[in-house]
């Protein structure tokens, strides 16, 4: 059973504007969300992350929102730029370190110049 | 900077064949993760290592074992590797108490 969801495996978005990545959960326990991205042949890195106390957290071009009662959360980013085209991973965490990351099975973002 | 490396990038086995999958990571971390990434069913985790000489099973451990010998270094064994196990293999570790994980460049194993 998934307990981490990305819907769409794949979105298509025009340079400079802005792209949407959406991710739902089960776990009413997860506490800790974060977002990965992924080029291929390459290892994932992390990219922005958001704690349950917060609904938003912002760096740069990316700001991760965060609807609890909805138990969704979104990736902005804005502007798109072609360098953005990658796999995006959603993980969750019910607490901090010991306990693996539930992972998404990822959104294929592919920005069009 | 954490840096999680893997001992090969790309690696082409025979059915049948036992399968060594090296990761050595330089942060001290306790935490070290194995997974496996295929398209449409994103990263499943094989196992896990919360320190030195344990294991934990994670999503789909059939098929695979692990070792871990000295703190740094997490090891995935194929122990008779078959076509289904065709795929990206990627190594991860973490501070205990934190949550991101670093991960390592991935190994591209195709078996034949």
């Known amino acids: 059973d998934q307990q981490v969801k990305q819907n769409s495996p794949s979105l298509s978005v025009q340079e400079g504007r802005i792209s949407i990545l959406n991710c739902d959960y089960t776990?009413?326990?997860?506490?800790?969300f974060l977002w990965y991205k992924k080029y291929p042949a390459e290892g994932p890195t992390f990219l922005i992350s958001?704690?349950?106390?917060?609904d938003k957290n912002e760096d740069g071009r990316f700001t991760v929102f965060l609807n609890k009662s909805a138990k969704h959360l979104s990736l902005h980013i804005v502007p798109s730029q072609p360098g953005d085209s990658a796999v995006y991973f959603c993980?969750?965490?019910?607490?901090?370190?010991?306990?693996?990351?539930?992972f998404g099975k990822g959104t294929r973002l592919s920005v069009i110049a | 900077d954490v840096k999680v490396t893997q001992s090969s990038r790309y690696l082409v086995k025979r059915t049948g064949e036992k399968v060594f999958l090296e990761c050595v990571q330089d942060?001290?971390?306790?935490?070290m993760f194995w997974y496996r990434q295929d398209p449409g069913l994103g990263l499943r985790l094989i196992y896990f290592?919360?320190?030195?000489?344990?294991?934990e099973k994670g999503d789909i451990p059939e098929g695979y074992s692990v070792s871990r010998e000295k703190k740094e270094r997490f090891s995935l064994i194929l122990e008779s590797a078959s076509t289904n196990q065709t795929s990206m293999y990627l190594c991860a570790s973490v501070d205990r108490g934190l949550y991101e994980q670093y991960f390592g460049p991935g190994t591209r194993l195709t078996v034949t």
């Open positions: 776990n009413s326990m997860f506490d800790y």
């Open positions: 942060m001290d971390h306790e935490n």
């Open positions: 958001i704690s349950s106390i917060k």
């Open positions: 993980a969750a965490s019910p607490f901090s370190g010991n306990t693996p990351l539930v």
């Open positions: 290592s919360y320190d030195v000489k344990m294991k």
